[in-house]
């Protein structure tokens, strides 16, 4: 029997206690979650996470031998620069296994305050060669660079081969056509930044309006797409739009789709990645839960025989059910296109 190099490890989203709870339950590693503040690059009403409820996930975690990461993922805000020096602080006192984070200046402060803290280098920071991250790994001493998702897996595998830290990717979730961190589509509609609010289009940007019988999704007042009855609605975002080109209305960038790399999970061990993200602290602690035991399931298959590794079909049934306008794609990983 043939076995992968290492096993990957499953680091899920958690936007909930309830969702960090079945991410364990589920046999994710590692779990992913941030504070309800502009610290955190999902900061929706609703969702995240009080102190409280961080140490009583972080020794939930630790009970079972798993680990958990604390988001500090958006860029500092000019004059708010304490406020996310205390969620490192905090993230410190909490007893978070590692921090993820973007902003040059906070990772300069992390490093310096608490040096035996662990340091991940988030998708934010867009660190899409060699260069770049080793030198945040010179500056900072970050542990993990998360690689962002518009890489090919040739391009992963030469990353890999030459960095002197650890390498995490997505395995599933919605997928961004941008190098994260440096997209700023939707500020032109809203006037946020992505990169700055955490979200590509904020709620108070979004509007619903029912007109004879269609459903328009528009920001800021521009119509991003129109649902005629009983279709499918997506949550609206510029590149994910139908826009009307030369007579015709059609995805003018990206159709909805999610990423989904099960089916590379053996290539993706064998080159050295250490780490299968799933995308989603937005979402349910459902969705958490039957994805993480997919992926689960999948890893451990992957693992145990790399060779005759295949996905099982209600493998790809379950994880399409989840994904955006219910269908999936390998991204850039495999694209043909330079």
């Not at 610290?39 to 609703?46: D, S, W």
């Not at 025989?305 to 379950?318: E, I, M, Q």
Request: proline share 4%; hydrophobic share 45%; with cysteine.
């Amino acid at each position: 029997m043939e076995t992968s190099s290492h096993p990957l490890e499953l680091v899920a989203p958690a936007g909930s206690l309830a969702a960090l709870t079945a991410a364990l339950d589920a046999g994710a590693d590692t779990v992913y979650l941030g504070l309800r503040n502009a610290t955190n690059a999902r900061n929706f009403a609703g969702l995240n996470f009080s102190e409280s409820d961080i140490r009583t996930g972080v020794d939930l975690a630790h009970q079972r031998g798993r680990q958990v990461l604390f988001a500090i993922n958006t860029f500092v805000q000019a004059g708010r620069g304490q406020e996310w020096r205390a969620a490192v602080d905090a993230a410190h006192d909490l007893g978070a296994d590692a921090v993820i984070m973007a902003d040059a200046g906070l990772l300069a402060y992390a490093s310096d305050r608490y040096p035996d803290l662990r340091l991940h280098l988030s998708v934010q920071g867009s660190a899409t060669h060699t260069d770049a991250i080793e030198l945040m790994k010179e500056q900072f001493g970050i542990r993990r660079v998360v690689l962002p998702r518009v890489l090919t897996l040739a391009e992963i595998a030469r990353i890999c081969a030459n960095v002197s830290v650890e390498v995490e990717v997505f395995g599933f979730g919605s997928l961004c056509v941008m190098a994260e961190g440096r997209c700023l589509l939707s500020s032109y509609a809203t006037g946020d930044s992505p990169n700055n609010k955490g979200v590509c289009s904020p709620a108070h940007a979004v509007r619903w309006v029912e007109t004879r019988g269609r459903m328009d999704a528009r920001l800021s007042g521009i119509l991003i797409d129109r649902y005629e009855p009983g279709e499918p609605a997506a949550y609206p975002t510029l590149c994910k739009g139908r826009f009307e080109v030369e007579g015709r209305a059609d995805h003018a960038l990206e159709e909805p789709t999610s990423l989904n790399a099960i089916g590379l999970l053996p290539r993706l061990a064998e080159m050295g990645v250490t780490a299968i993200k799933i995308e989603g602290r937005q979402r349910s602690p459902a969705y958490v839960a039957q994805v993480v035991s997919t992926l689960r399931a999948a890893l451990d298959s992957a693992h145990a025989d790399a060779a005759r590794f295949s996905p099982l079909p209600k493998w790809n049934a379950l994880l399409a059910r989840h994904a955006e306008g219910s269908q999936v794609t390998q991204g850039a990983f495999e694209r043909p296109w330079k």
